[in-house]
């Protein structure tokens, strides 16, 4: 038997085996099978019965109606959540790039300043020596680039003033 299904009954004992035996005054408990959780419909008529089982079923029925709008409810919100994530991972991703394809195209100004052709096959190895043309040219966009990373132009002038001018070179 279940100890669930078990009801406990308390008694005062004086002659237990030695083994068992309890305290005088103090209760051992011995268990006994619990009644009948739902009870007989015996007396009620088939009619009645039918009514009982009928209205249990719509009690259920409505019971996990609730259960699915509930879920149902729960969902819309991790959708809704999820749509207003997509969106902003589409505008970053638009965002992104707008910003890669304007670092390939100064890239691709710098390569010509350098002298060097766009595709990686025809570039120059690191450790070959650069002509002497060349590694002047990169040595004034290097001034120039650091000219302009630490002393940056007024805002007004971003446009046309000696940074630009440099970088023009």
Known sequence: MNMANKRKIFI????VPPKLAVPAGQ???ITK???RKRQR???LSSEEKFMRRKMRNRVAAQTARDRKKLRMDELEVVVNKLQEERKR???ENQLLRRKQSSLEEENKQLRG??????SPRSAVPFGVPLPQDALSNLFLLTMATLLCLLKPCNPSQRTSTKCSSLLQR
Request: aromatic share 0%; charged share 25%.
């Open 12 to 15: 005062i004992t004086s002659s």
């Open 89 to 91: 991972l589409a505008s």
């Open 41 to 43: 419909l015996d007396h």
């Open 113 to 118: 300043l350098v002298g060097r052709d766009e």
């Open 27 to 29: 209760t051992a408990e």
């Open 33 to 35: 099978p619990s009644p």
